[in-house]
C-alpha cells in the first residue's frame, strides 16, 4: 500500500512539473501560434539570476540567500520579465510571420539565453542549497512522501486553480480566451492585442520561474541545460494534448509523468534505463492512433 | 452629421489592387447598402475601414477622427463595429461569454446589463441557451449571436457584411427586421454588405454598387433596384 | 512553334554553378591552404551537405524541422560501427551483435550504407510525424532529437555512451568534402524537379489546393523526409571521419541550431540558399574562433571571451529573421544570366481572417 502511495505522488509530482511547463507553451500559443522553444533556457535563466556570475563548481550564491517570502516573488518578477523582454524585443516582430519563421526565432533566442549563461556560468553544474528541509520527508497516510513532491502538488494544483478562475471569470482572462480563438476577430470587438499577448508572456514567465525553484530545490544543482528536461516532454505533451488546448496540454501532461512513473516501477530492473524509450513509444501510440491529439480543441480543422 | 468618411482609399494584397480609390461617406443614422459581384472589394472596403487590412492610400475618418493606420481595436474604440462575414463566433466560449466580451472596453456597468438584456429580450434563442457553447449552434443563431456581441460595444456604426449568407429566407427576415428595429430605436447607422439588391430596396437607405474595386453608381436603394443601370453596371455590360 | 525546353534544361545551371564553384575551392584549399585551413573547409562541406538534406525536407514541405540532426547521430555511429577496426570495437563496444564486431568497411561501402541506415529510420519514424499537422510535427522532430540524443546517450554498451568512441579511420580531405557536397546537391536537385518534389512545393504553398488535387500530403512529405534523412546520414559519416571520433553531444541543439540558422540565412525554400547560408555563416564561425583565440594589435591581443561566436550567430540569425525573412538569396536561386534570377512562384495571397492552425 505504502509503495503504491509513493509511486502515486512520484507521479503526480513529475506529472505536476510537465503540466507546468505545457501550460507555459500552451498559453502562449493559444494567443500567438507561437511555439516558444526558448522556454527551457527561460527556466534555467531564472535558476541562474539567484547565482552570482563565476565559472567555479562552488555557486556565489546571491540572491539565493534571500528567504523565502522576497526570494520567490523576485524570481516570478525576473521570469515574467524576462518573458515579456522576450516579446517585446524579439516576437514582436514576428507577429505575422509563418510559424517556421517564428519557431525559429524562439529558438535562436533560446540559443542566445544558453550560450549566454553558459559564458557567465561556465558548464560545470553548480550546488545550490535552497530550502533543505524540504527534502525532508513527510508522513502520509503510512508513506513517507519526500516533502518537497507535496509542495509540489499543492503549488501546481493552486496554480491551476488560480489560473482557472482568471480564465473564466475576470475580464482579461476572456479577453485572452476570446483571442485565442480567433485573434483578429477579438481584436475587431476591441481587445487589445499587445495587452493580452503581454499578459500570456508574463505569466508564462512566471510559470518557468516556479518550474526552475523546484527543480533547483530538487536537485540541488544549477545545471544549463535543466530546463530542457522537462520541456522536452512539455513541448511533447503539448502536441499529445491537442495544440491550442490549454486544459489538454496540461492533462497530457499529468499522463506523461503518470506512465513515466509507472514504466520506471514496473519495468524489470535492467530496462529501467529505456523508461524514457517506453514513454516515447507511448507517446507514438497515441499519435498513431489520433494525430490530432487527444484534446484537440474542435476548431482544429482549417476551414477552407 | 458625416459619421463616416472614406477619402480615395487604395488597398493593396501583394500585386492585386483591391480597392482603387474608393470615396464615400456616411451619415448619422443612415444605412447604407453595398452591393456588387463576387470580388468587387466590399468586404475588403469594410476590412479597411475596421483597420484590419492597411491601405495603401487614403484617409478614413470616423466621428471627426482621422483612423487611418490605426489598430482594429482602437476603431472598434471609437464607435465602429464590424460583422464579417462567415459569423466568426467564439466557439468555445458560451453565448454569454461571447456577448460579454465586445463590453469589455466599456466603463459604463448599469448600461451594459441593460444591453445584454436588450439582446436576450430581441433574440430570445439566444436567452435559453446563454450558457452552451457558441460552437454548437446552428447557422442562423450565430448569425443573431455575432450580432447581438458587436452590438454589447454600444457602436455608432455597424458594418455587417452578407447578413444573408447562408441562412433560410426566414431567418434572414427575422434579421433584417431586428436591424430595421435596431436602426430606428437606437439610431444605428449601419454599413451592409447585402449581394441581394431585392433586400435593399426592401429596407430602403442608399446603395452603392461595386465593380473591379471602385464605386460604379450610386443612388437611393429603391431607386436603383428597380433600374436597368444596377443589372448594367453588376454584369458590366457595356463596359469597354 | 518551338519546342519549350523542358524543366532540367532551364534550372540545371543552378547546381552546376554551385558544384563548380564548390570545386574551385575545394582545389584552392587543398592546393594552398593550411592544415587549419583544409580542416575548416571540409568542415563547412559537410555542413553543406547537411543543410542541403535540410534543404530537401524544409524547403520543398514548409515544415520546419528540428530533429534532422538525429539522422546525422545516426549516420555517424552506423559509419563507426562499421569502420573501427574489430579489435577496437570489441573492447569498448560489447553490446554489438558478433557480425558487426567483426565487420570493417572502407569509408566508400560504409558512408553510403550509414545514408541507408538513416533514412531506413526516417521512414519508420516518419510515417507517424508525417500525419500531424504543421506545427505539431515540427515539435515532434524536436522529440525525436531528444529521444535519440537520450538512447545515444545511455546505450552505452552499443554507443559508448556519453563519452566518445574513438578509431574511425581519419580518411576525409577537401576533395572528398567537395564529391560529398555534390552528391548532396545533385540528389537535391533531381529530387526538387522530379514530381514528387514538385507535389510537396505545391502543399507547401496553398495546401487546401493542393490536397483537393489529389496529392497525398503525408506520402510527399515522407518521401522528402526519407531522403533528406539519406543525405545528412552521409554527412554523419563523413563527419565521423573528418573527427575520427564520435559523441552524442556533438549531435544536439548547437549543431541543430547552426545549421538551421545557415538555412534560413541563405534562404530557407532555395538550394543556392541553403548552400549560400553555410558559406556565409561558417565564414562568420572562421570570424569569431579567430577574435576568441586573440588578435594582436601592436603589442596588445584583444580576444573576445569565449562563447562569444555562438551568441553572435544566434543574434544575427534573428536579425535577418526580422528583416530578410526569406534569407539572404530572398529565395531565388543563382543561375548563368542575371544572378540571382527570379524563378519563384508569387507568394499567396493573405486574406484579413485566414484562420490557421
Redesign the interface.
Known amino acids: 500500500m505504502t509503495a503504491v502511495l509513493q509511486i502515486v505522488f512520484d507521479g503526480l509530482s513529475l506529472g505536476s512539473l510537465y503540466a507546468l511547463g505545457a501550460l507555459g507553451i500552451a498559453l502562449i500559443f493559444g494567443v500567438m501560434r507561437l511555439v516558444n522553444f526558448a522556454h527551457g533556457d527561460f527556466i534555467a535563466f531564472c535558476v541562474f539570476a539567484m547565482l552570482w556570475p563565476s565559472i567555479n563548481a562552488a555557486a556565489i550564491v546571491f540572491a539565493g540567500n534571500l528567504p523565502f517570502y522576497f526570494l520567490i516573488p523576485l524570481l516570478l518578477l525576473i521570469g515574467a520579465t524576462l518573458s515579456v523582454l522576450s516579446e517585446v524585443l524579439v516576437f514582436r516582430r514576428f507577429r505575422n510571420a509563418n510559424p517556421a519563421t517564428m519557431m525559429i526565432a524562439s529558438f535562436a533566442l533560446g540559443f542566445v539565453i544558453r550560450h549566454l549563461l553558459l559564458m557567465l556560468f561556465s558548464s560545470r553544474p553548480k550546488s545550490i542549497t535552497l530550502w533543505p528541509s524540504l527534502g525532508l520527508p513527510v508522513e502520509l497516510l503510512g508513506a513517507r512522501i519526500p516533502m518537497l513532491q507535496v509542495v509540489t502538488i499543492i503549488i501546481t494544483l493552486a496554480v491551476l486553480a488560480a489560473l482557472s478562475l482568471f480564465l473564466k471569470r475576470t475580464r482579461y482572462g476572456l479577453e485572452m480566451r476570446a483571442a485565442a480563438d480567433n485573434f483578429t476577430m477579438a481584436r475587431m470587438l476591441g481587445v487589445r492585442a499587445n495587452g493580452v499577448i503581454l499578459l500570456a508572456f508574463a505569466i508564462s514567465g512566471m510559470l518557468a520561474a516556479a518550474i526552475g525553484l523546484i527543480l533547483a530545490t530538487n536537485s540541488g544543482t544549477a545545471d544549463i541545460g535543466m530546463g530542457a528536461n522537462v520541456m522536452l516532454i512539455a513541448f511533447i505533451a503539448t502536441v499529445i494534448g491537442g495544440l491550442g488546448s490549454v486544459p489538454g496540454a496540461v492533462a497530457a501532461g499529468f499522463l506523461i509523468g503518470a506512465a513515466s512513473v509507472v514504466f520506471q516501477a514496473t519495468l524489470p530492473h535492467d530496462a529501467r534505463v529505456f523508461r524514457d524509450a517506453f514513454v516515447y513509444g507511448a507517446v507514438i501510440v497515441v499519435l498513431l492512433v489520433r494525430p490530432q491529439g487527444l484534446f484537440a480543441p474542435k476548431s482544429a480543422k482549417q476551414r477552407v | 452629421m458625416t459619421l463616416l468618411a472614406v477619402d480615395d482609399i487604395t488597398v493593396r494584397y501583394g500585386r492585386l489592387t483591391a480597392l482603387r480609390g474608393v470615396t464615400l461617406s456616411i451619415s448619422e443614422g443612415e444605412v447604407l447598402f453595398v452591393t456588387g459581384p463576387n470580388g468587387a472589394g466590399k468586404s475588403t472596403l469594410l476590412n479597411a475601414i475596421a483597420g484590419v487590412v492597411p491601405l495603401a492610400s487614403g484617409a478614413i475618418t470616423l466621428n471627426g477622427a482621422d483612423l487611418t493606420g490605426a489598430p482594429p481595436e482602437s476603431i472598434a474604440r471609437r464607435g465602429f463595429s464590424l460583422v464579417p462575414e462567415g459569423r466568426h463566433v467564439f466557439g468555445a466560449l458560451t453565448i454569454e461569454e461571447n456577448l460579454k466580451v465586445g463590453a469589455g472596453m466599456r466603463a459604463d456597468k448599469q448600461q451594459i446589463v441593460g444591453d445584454l438584456e436588450f439582446v436576450y429580450h430581441q433574440f430570445p434563442m439566444l436567452a435559453e441557451r446563454r450558457h452552451a457553447a457558441a460552437g454548437m449552434l446552428s447557422g442562423g443563431q450565430q448569425q443573431m449571436l455575432v450580432i447581438g456581441r458587436a452590438l454589447m460595444t454600444a457602436p455608432r456604426l455597424m458594418a455587417i457584411d452578407e447578413p444573408s449568407l447562408g441562412l433560410a429566407p426566414k431567418i434572414i427576415d427575422q434579421v433584417y427586421e431586428i436591424l430595421a428595429q435596431l436602426q430606428a430605436q437606437r439610431k444605428l447607422t449601419l454599413l451592409i454588405v447585402e449581394q441581394s439588391s431585392t433586400r435593399a430596396m426592401m429596407t430602403g437607405g442608399r446603395m452603392i454598387l461595386m465593380r473591379g474595386g471602385r464605386i460604379v453608381l450610386e443612388g437611393k436603394a429603391g431607386d436603383l433596384a428597380r433600374d436597368e443601370c444596377l443589372r448594367q453596371a453588376y454584369f458590366g455590360f457595356g463596359d469597354h | 512553334m518551338s519546342r519549350r525546353p523542358s524543366v532540367m534544361w532551364q534550372t540545371i545551371a543552378t547546381p552546376v554553378l554551385l558544384i563548380v564553384v564548390l570545386l574551385a575551392i575545394a582545389a584552392v584549399t587543398y592546393q594552398f591552404g593550411s592544415r587549419a585551413f583544409n580542416r575548416t573547409v571540409v568542415e563547412m562541406f559537410i555542413n553543406i551537405i547537411v543543410v542541403t538534406g535540410l534543404y530537401v525536407f524544409?524547403g520543398n514541405s514548409?515544415?520546419?524541422s528540428?530533429g534532422h540532426i538525429s539522422f546525422m547521430c545516426l549516420g555517424a555511429y552506423a559509419t563507426a560501427w562499421l569502420t573501427i577496426p574489430p579489435v577496437m570495437k570489441s573492447i569498448t563496444l560489447k553490446g554489438l551483435p558478433a557480425w558487426l564486431l567483426h565487420t570493417q568497411l572502407p569509408m566508400w561501402v560504409a558512408a553510403p550504407i550509414s545514408g541507408v541506415f538513416a533514412a531506413l529510420f526516417a521512414l519508420i519514424v516518419g510515417r507517424?510525424i508525417m500525419?500531424?499537422?504543421?506545427?505539431?510535427a515540427?515539435?515532434?522532430t524536436?522529440?525525436l532529437l531528444?529521444?535519440v540524443n537520450?538512447?545515444y546517450s545511455?546505450?552505452d554498451s552499443v554507443t559508448g555512451g556519453q563519452g566518445s568512441i574513438v578509431g574511425i579511420p581519419p580518411t576525409m580531405n577537401a576533395w572528398i568534402g567537395w564529391l560529398g557536397a555534390a552528391v548532396a546537391i545533385a540528389i537535391a536537385y533531381l529530387y526538387s524537379i522530379s514530381r514528387s518534389g514538385l507535389a510537396l512545393r505545391a502543399t507547401r504553398d496553398e495546401?487546401?489546393a493542393a490536397s483537393a488535387s489529389g496529392i497525398d500530403v503525408v506520402r510527399e512529405r515522407l518521401i522528402a523526409f526519407v531522403v533528406s534523412a539519406f543525405i545528412i546520414g552521409l554527412a554523419g559519416a563523413l563527419y565521423a571521419h573528418f573527427l575520427s571520433i564520435v559523441n552524442p553531444g556533438s549531435f544536439y541543439?548547437?549543431t541543430t541550431?547552426i545549421t538551421?540558422?545557415m538555412l534560413?540565412v541563405g534562404g530557407?525554400y532555395s538550394l543556392s540558399g541553403a548552400v549560400g547560408g553555410v558559406v556565409v555563416i561558417s565564414a562568420l564561425i572562421e570570424m569569431f574562433r579567430n577574435l576568441e583565440k586573440g588578435v594582436s594589435l601592436g603589442g596588445l591581443t584583444i580576444a573576445l571571451?569565449?562563447?562569444?561566436q555562438?551568441?553572435a550567430i544566434?543574434?544575427i540569425?534573428?536579425v535577418i529573421?526580422?528583416y530578410l525573412?526569406t534569407g539572404l538569396t530572398r529565395n531565388r536561386e543563382f543561375s548563368w544570366r542575371g544572378w540571382p534570377r527570379a524563378r519563384r512562384l508569387?507568394?499567396p495571397?493573405?486574406?484579413?481572417?485566414k484562420?490557421?492552425?
Open positions: 524544409v514548409g515544415l520546419l528540428f507517424i500525419r500531424l499537422s504543421g506545427i505539431a515540427s515539435i515532434a524536436f522529440g531528444g529521444v537520450n538512447v545511455n546505450w495546401a487546401v541543439l548547437r541550431f538551421l540558422s534560413v530557407m571571451p569565449n562563447g562569444v555562438e551568441i544566434g543574434i540569425t534573428i529573421l526580422m525573412p508569387p507568394q495571397v493573405q486574406t484579413a481572417l484562420e490557421s492552425n
